[in-house]
């Protein structure tokens, strides 16, 4: 966390927007283009994203290898919520924010 606090302190300014993506998440935004995205937000005052963890799974429920010449997305055609069959915590998640704001530790809220 202190690494992650200095960083946000000093390296930057309250107008950038920090993109919180782990390795294992995929981000999906309504637009394509997630700078047009953002600065539509920015128009209208908005300064954090929020989103809910979408899990994905084969047709038939069987755990594939993933293939590396075909999006996963196609591999795992269905979106489901196993964080609340599985009690896995919060489905929500901090997916952006303006510079000048802080989330937890999780990056589950402000």
Not at 13 to 32: G, L, M, Q, T
């Amino acid at each position: 966390m202190f690494h992650q606090a200095h960083k946000l302190l000093y390296c930057t300014r309250p107008e950038d927007w920090i993109v919180v993506a782990d390795s294992d998440e995929f981000h999906e935004y309504p637009v394509k283009n997630i700078t047009v995205f953002l600065h539509r937000l920015e128009s209208k005052g908005i300064n954090v994203v929020n989103g809910i963890f979408l899990d994905r799974i084969s047709v038939d429920g069987s755990l594939k290898e993933p293939n590396k010449h075909s999006h996963l997305f196609t591999q795992f055609e269905l979106g489901c919520s196993l964080h609340r069959q599985f009690n896995l915590g919060t489905p929500k998640k901090v997916m952006a924010f303006k510079g000048d704001l802080r989330i937890n530790r999780g990056h589950h809220r402000l």
